[in-house]
């Protein structure tokens, strides 16, 4: 699910009529011990670790520290697509840091050495956590702001890296918004094809003819692949290159299915940048892409030029620069974020999806723990340990925690992994039926559909009582 | 304050009056992950990891679990030293489990290379609290007992450890038993003179001459040091070699100052085996002995030699057998158990504890954090991270977690160093007038005072309670 956004500016993402809120981030760097769990190992010093950082709307050392826990790209991004926290930080008067990810952005350990064994080693879930751990302590310290409650922040992963915080730190984190945060499906917690039905049922939901089409497609698809008739499926597509053996098939299946994947994940009812520009209700316009075409091939292959070819520019779509096959069968992006993604899929994080063509429109495409063992093996030279991520965070055992705002689009195909059910008072589920991918966390626009603009003035309101109540048992 | 329990049976300790328990404990391996927190470090693989186990108790797959997180030493000795554990087994049908800590007894990771840098690295609290997680989890499996309430036990760093299993995977465990454990000293939390000022309390408590001779004692020996004279030291003190330099006379005082901290730890009501044999009631014995002497010094040398020459064999005194100065002033004791504990006060556990002859009897002696990263740093390699514990492990801020006995004894030097007030109706301090180091988790005894034999049965209670909440929720 790894995102590598194109650089937008935040006031383009809201429409002009919005009053503008683009905050003044400054981009800084803070001295991060390299490995927290090891005071022996090759990480026995410090690294830069990157982030935001804006003061324009604190009441300095009395309002909050809004805490983004970066996630799997350039920080950047995510400040720049969380609007809601911005806005959110001018109502409580709040102090707000967006935190790079070790690993990722501009937050290379060893620099481009980062991803050579065992280089790559200290990044993991733990350390990670540990690094907003002590970044959030000494810089409370450093800005005076010793007493100010900390609310953590953050979408898909960095949810998940929210409520890790908050179970794991609660010394130092009073509350938790996890937007979009699959905290059981990545923990092997789940059916394995429930990501590629959710993301079907996005399409058969515009319209079942849709479903039905892409499915026709695909099954097309195949059946060339087994006669062989390359030159035929080259065409079709418009591949730069002929495809040649069962690999480069199996490459294409992957590509097709990614588009899809990308578009139910970013149904957002406006205009969006990512990867490529992507229109309003990307999965209506595919649809209408996919049953408007001459035939089911071709018209697969103007669906996923949505995304691939926004721009109408590229000549030819070429199999293995436009998608890369890793760990996660969802999408690892492209560039070294990708490594990263991929080594956290290999270790800590399972997403052993399915699609099978039988409950979802996809070709029979498996992952199993032992094609993720054999190819994490060989890739990074590591055993994935299956049942980690549920021995080291809880899993579904989240009784004894509290303060964590769990919200979930229906659209988003990531939804059903994670908590759809209030647990407690202060566990709350948030379900927004017109959502996508943590849309809420996005900043306010016009197009917003009823649902989410409900979603977060509940989100603001339980918010502000964290913080009032953080406050009361401080002093 | 590392203890090198010599072996003893279980039933040794009990008198005879009492209904043998003796457990029939079955010696076991377990394949354990070496480094839970880099999946490409020279920790790639498993080593075998020792516990304790008995199911003579049990009603298999039914009642709860009873695990004792082991701490810095050979896990029989634990197991000899906590009849109450298995007592209270009999009561609830537990199955039993005495886990060995990584690094300590035969559980050495690397064999004997396990000191070496960088293989030491990988010993470390999280380290040992993530095998104890994965052990259980495994154990669980294995064993049908998957629907078993887990409750941990454990004394001193044990009991620390049992704090953070339940902090840190209550999806584990369901409640932790934790007795004598300074989770607030060894985090930096506290005085630095609190701990000699309560080890000479227990002395002046027997008697205030008691502690004025000590002082006094102390105060010689500095004067007759500062004369150098040497030759005179020698002969109060039966030291096997003449003293020459000041590192010696520290050393002296370090071993003299030792016996006090390890008679006041074990001032147990009935004769035990530590290092030594130690009578009952020793710090008693220990103001007998000083107050009864012909002259302070060769009182002095009487007093300590309660514990280092209990069978009266010993000819002289050697300075550096004896005692060893490590990070811990509080003793790290003897052998390789010696190296591992050096090595986690030198890391994570901060115990820059001093003497200063005014708050207590003893000579000054400072271990500042300076002095602490300088002697770590050219022992081991490492900088101490002083503020790590709090971090990692929620310092005083207990209030989100639950199901906890905090139990401390009032004659017990580390007791200040613990939770000494309940914290809510399910984080209960129980304080033992007459209680030492742990006695709660030691087995019935005829001589045991009423405070413990009250203390064990809120204990029993409670943890039955938990057991039982326990079950109705997972049901």
Known sequence: MLFSFQREKHNNEVSSSHRDLSPDFKEKYFKQILDHFNFNSLGNGTFDQRYLFTDQYWKKGYGPIFFYTGNE????????????????????????????????????????????????GLLTVEQALADYAVMITQLKEELGAQSCPVIVFGG??????????????????????????????????????QFFQDVTADFEKVSPAC???????????????????????????SLCNTPSTSKDINQLNGLLRNAFTMMAMLDYPY?????????????KVACETMLNGTDLMSALRDTVGILYNSTGKLACFDLYTLYVECADPTGCGLGFNSYAW????????????????????????????QQREQYCSKRWGVVPRPGWMK???????LSTTSNIIFSNGDLDPWANGGIRKSLSSSLIAINIPEGAHH??????????????????????????????????QSS
């Open 156 to 193: 898909s992963y960095g949810g998940m890296l929210s409520v890790y915080m908050r179970i794991r730190y609660p010394n130092i984190v009073n509350g938790a918004f996890a937007a979009s945060a699959p905290i059981l499906s990545t923990a092997g917690l789940g059916e394995s094809k």
């Open 211 to 237: 479903r039905d089409a892409v499915k026709g497609a695909f099954q097309k698809l195949n059946t060339l692949a087994q006669q062989k008739d390359y030159r035929r499926i080259q065409s079709a597509f």
């Open 391 to 397: 021995t080291q965070f809880w899993g579904d055992y």
């Open 73 to 120: 790209g350039d920080i950047w991004d995510f400040a720049m697509n969380s609007g809601f926290i911005t806005e959110l930080a001018e109502v409580q008067r709040a102090l707000v840091i967006f935190a790079e990810h070790r690993y990722y952005g501009k937050s290379l350990p060893f620099g481009k050495d980062s991803f050579n064994i065992p280089q790559v």
């Open 271 to 283: 205009r969006t940048q990512f990867m490529s520009s992507l229109p309003a209700y990307p999965v």
């Open 342 to 369: 991929d080594y956290q899929a290999c270790t800590e994080i399972e997403m052993c999806y399915e699609s099978n063509n039988v409950t979802d429109m996809f070709p029979p495409m498996t992952f199993t723990e």
């Open 439 to 472: 849309l809420d966390l996005r900043g306010s626009n016009p197009a917003d559909p009823e649902s989410v603009i409900a979603a977060r003035k509940m989100e603001s309101e339980m918010i502000a009582q964290w913080v009032k109540t953080a406050r009361q």
